[in-house]
């Protein structure tokens, strides 16, 4: 089974993703579940590198929104600094806004996410990921 670490900042977003895959009936082929903050009792106060961290000692595949690299615990840095061959990559939404209001663009987003999870061995120490 492959866990999803929804960023806390986007678990909206990764809601309506989460119901387009299971209209699409991926969820019923594909063992993956999604997890926030809150149930995996990491702070939302967390600062990127520890997020990252976390997601990576605990097997799970970071879903975030863009970040920016505007210190030495931000994601960017983060993933330059800490990266290896075997890292799960980032996911992040081109277009977090997008996936409420466009159906299109979230079954885009699902159908890229499936990708890469059906492949993920390809993907590894692939740092960022931009879908879809």
Request: charged share 20%; proline share 3%.
């Amino acid at each position: 089974m492959r866990t999803i670490l929804s960023d806390h900042n986007i678990e909206g977003q990764t809601e309506s993703l989460w119901g387009t895959l299971g209209t699409e009936g991926w969820l019923s082929l594909i063992p993956i579940q999604w997890v926030n903050f809150q149930q995996v009792g990491l702070p939302i106060s967390s600062n990127d590198r520890e997020v990252w961290q976390f997601a990576q000692a605990n097997q799970m595949i970071l879903l975030t929104a863009n970040r920016n690299m505007e210190d030495e615990n931000s994601l960017e840095q983060t993933l330059r600094d800490e990266n290896t061959a075997t890292s799960l990559p980032v996911l992040t939404i081109g277009h977090q806004e997008r996936i409420l209001y466009d159906a299109a663009y979230r079954k885009r987003c699902a159908e890229r996410l499936i990708d890469i999870l059906l492949d993920l061995d390809n993907y590894l120490g692939t740092q960022r990921i931009f879908i879809p």
